[in-house]
């Protein structure tokens, strides 16, 4: 029998072409058995204030780049979705005198806009919401060179080839409504991929690139950045891939409520945790990467019982 059809979009793979019975499961987990889920190269965290989650957040960055020295430089990737951790890791590099000349930084991804990179002057742009609530917010004196700072671009060329010779000590990321991390999306319901997804050793073989987004993802980001406005938000990006991915020597996914919901975060903490991955839930490919943690805002785990409002 083959897979289910989605329910979200039909000419798409997502989470909901799972079985039921892997989604009423997750929809069953508590906080103590999501906790129960950790497990050699899979660490769930429970942060009871917002205070202490973006605080823990923002020290990953200073932790990194604190081991750069001009021998073995040292970055982080990060998202942008968190963003509330970027001023907080600018204040702490100025309060300490953090000299950042050996340290890089990766952006996750970018807008694609007809045949390029979305420029830093669109209003929902990556790179400059790091720039303005992180890097420019940072003492000159202490700021790192602008070649260490990579962003995706649509020819990803020298993207790719920036994360040789440079030690990723962490890769952050967010987990959007679709269960991705970065923009790596469930692929469209076509061609070879008609019937089954890409198996997960397909989909790790991706680097980074220009993708197609899902409807979810869409709507999503129209939601929390947009003001609702779906016809403002691109329909493409440029995605740090599974490949880089596997060059982090941690991934640390930051969940505090607002980018996915009750189930979807039992949902992918239930997969990574018991190594079942497929991607039609690509955080759930995690799975295989030997250093995972996912960090929760306590209150935003919730419960997953109806309730009528």
């Given at each position: ?108 991804d970018e807008w694609h806009l ?137 991934v640390s996914i930051w969940q505090?409520?607002p980018h996915d919901n009750p ?47």
């Amino acid at each position: 029998m083959g897979r289910k059809t989605s329910i979200l979009a039909p000419g798409w793979w997502d989470y909901t072409t799972l079985d039921d019975e892997i989604l009423n499961d997750a929809a069953r987990l508590t906080a103590e058995d999501m906790a129960g889920l950790s497990r050699d190269g899979f660490k769930v965290l429970f942060y009871d204030t917002l205070e202490d989650f973006y605080l823990a957040e923002a020290l990953e960055y200073v932790t990194a780049w604190r081991q750069a020295t001009a021998d073995n430089p040292v970055g982080i990737c990060g998202p942008i979705g968190p963003t509330e951790q970027l001023p907080l890791v600018a204040r702490i590099v100025n309060e300490l005198g953090l000299d950042l000349k050996n340290a890089h930084f990766w952006g996750m991804d970018e807008w694609h806009l007809g045949d390029r990179e979305a420029p830093r002057s669109h209003p929902l742009s990556f790179a400059r919401a790091d720039m303005e609530l992180c890097f420019d917010r940072i003492d000159a004196r202490l700021r790192m060179p602008e070649a260490n700072i990579h962003f995706p671009r649509a020819d990803t060329t020298e993207y790719i080839r920036s994360w040789d010779g440079v030690r990723c000590a962490v890769m952050q990321g967010g987990q959007g409504d679709i269960k991705h991390w970065a923009f790596n999306d469930p692929v469209r319901r076509q061609g070879k991929y008609a019937d089954e997804p890409p198996t997960p050793e397909e989909f790790r073989r991706l680097t980074a690139r220009v993708v197609d987004l899902h409807p979810v993802t869409v709507m999503q980001n129209a939601r929390t950045s947009g003001g609702g406005v779906v016809t403002g938000v691109p329909t493409k990006a440029i995605t740090v891939g599974p490949v880089e991915t596997w060059k982090a020597e941690k991934v640390s996914i930051w969940q505090a409520g607002p980018h996915d919901n009750p189930c979807g975060m039992r949902l992918t903490t239930l997969m990574i945790g018991q190594k079942t991955a497929d991607s039609a839930v690509p955080m759930s490919l995690l799975a295989d990467h030997p250093n995972v943690l996912f960090n929760f805002y306590r209150p935003a785990i919730g419960t997953c019982e109806a309730e009528m409002h």
